[in-house]
């Protein structure tokens, strides 16, 4: 099974900050990565596919990019809505891991 | 507009079963793989199980092989997770979710149901 490591556990950031996430992987996957949002109480949201592409709907701040086993999520401008919890998940290969969160909080 | 809704999560006890169901609408149900993933209290995602279009192919996670049966109906798009011989450490909300149009990420999720498994 490929497993999935995610960099930071959390983080807490200003409103407007920059905030990036590293997610990497055990084995190449391609470009088949994907991450998602997590808010309490709500259903998870598909951020960014394909490692880079943004999901429907998904603010512009939002921004992916990587191949292979190293990814990355920015937040370019971070708002309070984006308070939640961010998920990789390598879609290249069963079982369809997910890394084990980052917690982005507001200072 | 895509949804999923889930249902049939219960406060069950260890060795019990329970079936989910997850209701589709806003899209041709048959066209695409299916999926469920959960969230134990305080834990990440966890996928547990795909499902593609006629339900001729199916794949789990190893800590549910033989216990869990992932299916579907789509004369009534909808689709099921039957759970067997359930365990404590399967206390979770079960998320149920619609593959991307592009790649096997989940492009569609639903709110989730919490299933209890407790004495």
């Known amino acids: 099974d490929i497993q999935m490591t995610q960099s930071p556990s959390s983080v807490s950031a200003s409103v407007g900050d920059r905030v990036t996430i590293t997610c990497r992987a055990s084995q190449g996957v391609s470009n088949r990565l994907a991450w998602y949002q997590l808010k309490p109480g709500e259903a998870p949201k598909l951020l960014i596919y394909a490692a880079s592409s943004l999901g429907t709907g998904v603010p512009s701040r939002f921004s992916g990019s990587g191949s292979g086993t190293d990814f990355t999520l920015t937040i370019t401008s971070l708002q309070p809505e984006d308070l939640a919890t961010y998920y990789c998940q390598q879609a290249n290969s069963f079982p369809f891991t997910f890394g084990p969160g980052t917690k982005v909080d507001i200072k | 507009e895509v949804q999923v809704v889930e249902s049939g999560g219960d406060l069950v006890q260890p060795g019990g079963s329970l079936r989910l169901s997850c209701a589709a609408s806003?899209?041709?149900?048959?066209?695409?793989?299916m999926t469920w993933v959960r969230q134990a209290p305080g834990k990440g995602l966890e996928w547990v199980a795909n499902?593609?279009?006629?339900?001729?192919?199916?794949h789990y996670v190893d800590s549910v092989k033989g216990r869990f049966t992932i299916s579907r109906d789509n004369a009534k798009n909808s689709l099921y997770l039957q759970m067997n011989s359930l365990r404590a450490e399967d206390t979770a909300v079960f998320y149920c979710g619609r593959r991307g149009t592009t790649g096997n990420w989940v492009g569609f999720w639903g709110q989730g149901t919490l299933v209890t498994v407790s004495s």
């Open positions: 806003g899209f041709t149900f048959s066209f695409y793989w």
């Open positions: 499902i593609n279009q006629d339900g001729t192919e199916t």
